[in-house]
Structure formats: C-alpha cells, structure tokens
C-alpha cells in the first residue's frame, strides 16, 4: 500500500533552515508527481511546492509565498522526496504534510515551529 513518512521538522529561528524529507513506499515514485503541503492553526492546507514525476523532468512550481525561499526536490533512486526549506519566517510555521495527487494520498505530517 501507499506509504508516505514525513520527517525532518522541528524549532528554527527566523532566518533558519531546514530540509524535510518524504519516504515513500507502495508505488513506482519515481513515475508520479509529488507536493508538499502545509497547514497552519486556524488556517487551511496550502500547496507549497510541487515536483513533476516521470517525463515531466522534474520541473517544479512553488507560490510566490515560498518562492526563492523553498527548494523541492527528489531522490528516485532512494524514493524520497525534499523540502529544504530557507530563509524561514514565522509565518512558515506549520505542519509540512507529503501528498502525492494521484490517489490523493498524505503522509501523517512533521511540525515546523519558527520562533525566537
């Protein structure tokens, strides 16, 4: 079955850095395109970053939210997928959820806290 783990989340300060990772398993990875998503309290899930699969080459998308500021990324060969994630704010603070849109399947999610 599809499986996605998230980890790699934690407490930064503003300005930080910090690199997400998706382990996926149950599924030809390298063949679908993947995202990353985040939700904050009180807020409702939004699309962070997104990473063609198959022949899409790997092109990528992001908004202008994250953009300049968040690299996607994916490993075939270990089918995992990245976030690294710079320059953070307050506002980035979240939890980081993996989601492959075929199927619509989500991993279980990794807290990002950005605080002084």
């Known amino acids: 079955q599809v499986q996605l783990v998230e980890s790699g989340g934690g407490l930064v300060q503003p300005g930080g850095s910090l690199r997400l990772s998706c382990a996926a398993s149950?599924?030809?990875?390298?063949?679908?395109?993947m995202s990353w998503y985040r939700q904050a309290p009180g807020k409702e899930r939004e699309l962070v970053a997104v990473i063609a699969g198959g022949g899409g080459g790997g092109s990528t998308n992001y908004p202008d939210s994250v953009k300049g500021r968040f690299t996607i990324s994916r490993d075939n060969a270990k089918n995992t997928l990245y976030l690294q994630m710079n320059s953070l704010k307050p506002e980035d603070t979240a939890v980081y959820y993996c989601f492959r849109p075929t199927g619509a399947y989500w991993g279980q999610g990794t807290q990002v806290t950005v605080s002084s």
């Open positions: 149950g599924f030809a990875f390298s063949s679908y395109a």
